[in-house]
């Protein structure tokens, strides 16, 4: 993590606004706490300071972390700003962390962590329906800034390490966590949680079996209910079970939840009290990639001579995709029966033309360059913006992006659709707790 600390008798300016790598300082106990952790902790115990249950067994660390920063700054207030100190140097300092556009419930209804948290789209839609966020992970570092950008508060690095679980509170209500799907060594053959060493996923059991949150909140690709023949799937279930949880889990489609995308995640529910139903889950009719199109902007269009569009493109029944076309792109054709090059799995998704009366395929997160095309009304042929990807994974338009445009597109990739997740949420809300 690069957002660094300014040094001694410069102009005035907010801490988190610099760039520069700090080093690390030493613990009484002989450990080292590097900048990134140093960063979490602080803007952690900043936004959540008020709630003692949460911060109790971090608050003496982050409060003297807080004041070794602060006795290193000359700060020239104006003098409408000055206050006693050291809380005028704090407040002023850490002014990015409160300015944040999706702050903190003041009054929360629940509280809930955020794990493999990447840009934040299950903290923006649970704390849309009334949820207080109390801990954050995230290690890949442009997340944590576009994280950082939006909530006013870095996530803590590598959950792995025990260090950073020790930050974890006592005191929330649901876990929440797209994890990845690492293949599971020994899985299926009962041997409780040597099952899943080696795994993220016993990174999460090991946190379910600390802190027993009343919910489970998982999120991951499709594919996990097929990966090694189904065995990975039927052993994250059975740990749950093991861990004290009814469980449930589903194949959703953000295409149902008013995004004109057809992406498909499978949503694993785990409750200490009861089954949660997702046939309660409220879903609504396909939308129209055509109705989250940008009316202006520097689109960048196809030449006639550079793509084919199909006669008479069908809509699929199930997905609500319409193939309309293709690049002309040379693709790799061995094993491809004639005239259905354009059909086949190995003409890759870069090359595909989908119509905007329809909805769009799943945004990856391997496709860093947008090379995502789209068939307007008028026949002509453009890539969708990157304004655009943000809105077809449910993202408002005000959500502060600050990475290259490379690395936007790879953080959507990894995401969830936050549509989904929010009305996921309410039922958790409305059924669980």
Known sequence: MDIGVRKKNTSSIAITQYFEPETSISRRDGSFLNFDTQ???????ALLKEDNSVVKHYAEE???LINLWTSDFKVDFPKSNIIAEPEAIQLYLFQDIFKAPFPCQKHPDFKFIDLFAGIGGFRIALQDVGGKCV?????????????????GEVPFGDITQRSIKNYIPDAFDVLCAGFPCQPFSISGKQKGFDDTRGTLFFDICEIISEKQPKVVFLENVKHLVHHDG??????????LEELGYKVAWKVLNGADFGIPQNRERIIIIGCKDKLFDFEQLPKQPKRSLAEFLDTEGDFEFLMPEEYTLIDNPKRQSESGLIFAGYRNKSIRKAGVRPGT?????????????YSIQGIHPTLPSQESSGRFFILLDDKRVRKLTINECWRIMGFPDNFVRVSATGQQYRQLGNSVC?????EIAKEIKRQLL
């Open 418 to 422: 936050v549509k989904m997740i929010e």
């Open 62 to 64: 982050a409060q003297k």
């Open 230 to 239: 189904g065995k990975t799937l039927k052993t994250i279930l059975s740990k």
């Open 135 to 151: 801990f954050s992970s995230e290690w890949d570092t442009q997340a944590q800034k576009t994280y950082f950008a939006n909530y």
């Open 39 to 45: 960063l979490a902790l602080v803007t952690h115990y």
């Open 341 to 353: 090059e354009h059909l086949s799995r190995v003409h890759k998704q870069p090359n595909r033309i």
